[in-house]
């Protein structure tokens, strides 16, 4: 049986409770497509913006393409403006803007499928600076970039989200996409990946910009993206090998949020023991079990659906659980600071 989530996010400079002061986090037009049912608890006071959409199925796809897709023209008219280049050996990243997919706010306040919010890429790399007492202000826009159909849809779409954010102060850029960008779309990819680097390096002529990419990836993408980032003077940080066995998440995995949260999935059996669920499902013919510690639940035995209130969530998706697992973010976030000129 398929497990359906809808996990959308909608928050302007939300601070987690995990961060300080210094840390002003943007999140901007975040909607994934989870396959399961999530739904967050709105009255608590620190989720009071939560946007629930039920409707956000086809806004992404994150298959990786066949490596035999055909190579488009891969002349381009867009190389104007590189970025900047030369910089200190251990660069001091200063005031720093974040982009990405599921993988950097794959779930809301983190990336899917950290098991939770201390463990993703992001919170990795902060963390390092932070506790090296190097300074970083950084803001975060999760992106439905890559899914947009037209330039001017994305342009529109940066110039709200993304540009404010970047200046001649700005010194670190992190574009952590590519994913859910595909060469046989309607969207030239070439385009679009050149159009997005443009504007960055002129709206930005002071920063470093790291291209991290691919976790879902082809040969044919990969190639293209390397050769683009080299043309525009951005470093590239290459994490296509990572997405293998022993990287990935599972089903069955428990994610553990900051927050209290209303959570559901489809049952073959279940049982009760003071605060823990301990709960059996299907999904495509492989029974699974996991166990959950819930503040209060509830059984729909009509539907064979189990609510819980409570901070674990249970993946019930294979396509959920293809993305990285901690291993995975630990060494995505030591290849951003190798390129830095740092050791994790």
Request: proline share 3%.
């Amino acid at each position: 049986m398929r497990f359906w989530i809808v996990f959308g996010c909608l928050m302007a400079v939300f601070l987690c409770g995990c961060s300080d002061s210094r840390d002003s986090i943007t999140v901007s037009n975040v909607e994934y497509p989870l396959n399961q049912d999530v739904i967050l608890d709105s009255t608590q006071e620190n989720l009071s913006d939560v946007k629930i959409d039920s409707s956000l199925e086809s806004l992404m796809n994150l298959e990786s393409p066949s490596i035999f897709e055909p190579l488009s023209d891969l002349d381009s008219q867009y190389r104007i403006k590189k970025c900047r280049t030369e910089f200190n050996e251990k660069f001091v990243p200063g005031k720093a803007v974040f982009m990405g997919n599921s993988l950097l706010l794959g779930y809301g306040l983190f990336g899917m499928d950290a098991s939770s919010i201390d463990k993703d890429y992001f919170y990795r790399v902060r963390q390092f600076f932070e506790q090296n007492e190097i300074p970083l202000e950084v803001n975060r826009v999760a992106s439905t970039f890559e899914s947009m159909k037209s330039i001017e849809e994305q342009t529109s779409y940066l110039e709200e989200n993304l540009y404010p954010l970047l200046s001649d102060s700005t010194d670190l850029i992190v574009l952590q996409l590519g994913d859910n960008m595909d060469l046989g779309r309607d969207l030239d990819m070439e385009e679009s990946v050149s159009h997005l680097m443009e504007n960055v390096c002129l709206r930005a002529p002071n920063a470093r910009v790291l291209w991290v990419g691919m976790w879902y990836s082809s040969l044919v993408k990969l190639a293209l993206i390397k050769r683009l980032a080299a043309e525009y003077g951005i470093t590239f940080v290459d994490i296509s090998d990572l997405n293998a066995e022993g990287y990935r998440g599972y089903v069955g995995q428990v994610i553990e949020f900051s927050q209290v949260g209303e959570f559901k999935v489809n049952y073959e059996t279940y049982s009760a023991d003071d605060d823990t669920l301990s709960v059996t499902f299907k999904v495509e013919g492989v029974s699974y079990t996991s166990s959950v510690v819930v503040e209060s639940y509830v059984d729909n035995p009509e539907d064979r659906e189990l609510t819980w209130i409570g901070r674990e969530f249970i993946v019930a998706n294979y396509f959920v659980a293809s993305h990285p697992n901690d291993a995975a973010f630990a060494e995505i976030a030591s290849r951003i600071l190798g390129a830095l000129g740092y050791s994790l």
